[in-house]
């Protein structure tokens, strides 16, 4: 019996596919880089505008720099600056892995002593 010897390889079904798969990526990068899909919306004369929601972000760096949104603070400013705003305003804290949890208590103390419930740890997936 003889083997029967292949002098090319056929490559395009190879290129077929993958011109198949960039199409593919192409037009999902799209949505994904701007995290909606673009739509032309109607319009509507009883439309209403929709107010942003406003949110607070509390950063702890690793030195223990507290900072209200981009706002360098002390800890001891924190509930003067929190009067400012209502009780359920979404509070966002990111801490720094390699800070004190010390820091992170003491700024969780502060917001659940004046009574601030929405919250949320913000962290990296």
């Known amino acids: 019996m003889q083997i029967k010897k292949f002098d090319s ?3 395009v079904p190879f290129i077929d596919v993958m011109l198949v798969l960039l199409v593919i990526v192409l037009t999902t990068a799209s949505f994904v880089s701007k995290g909606v899909i673009p739509v032309d919306l109607s319009k509507a004369k009883s439309s209403t505008k929709i107010k942003k929601v406003q949110e607070i972000t509390l950063s702890i760096k690793k030195d223990g720099e507290l900072f209200f949104n981009k706002d360098k603070i ?6 003067n600056k929190l009067l400012k705003y209502k009780k359920d305003i ?17 700024v969780i103390d502060i917001l659940k002593d004046n009574s601030y419930t929405n919250l949320g740890v913000i962290t990296k997936r």
């Open 9 to 11: 390889i056929n490559v």
């Open 74 to 79: 002390e800890i001891n400013e924190l509930s």
């Open 90 to 106: 979404p509070i966002g804290i990111n801490c720094d892995k390699e800070a004190k949890f010390d820091n992170f208590v003491k």
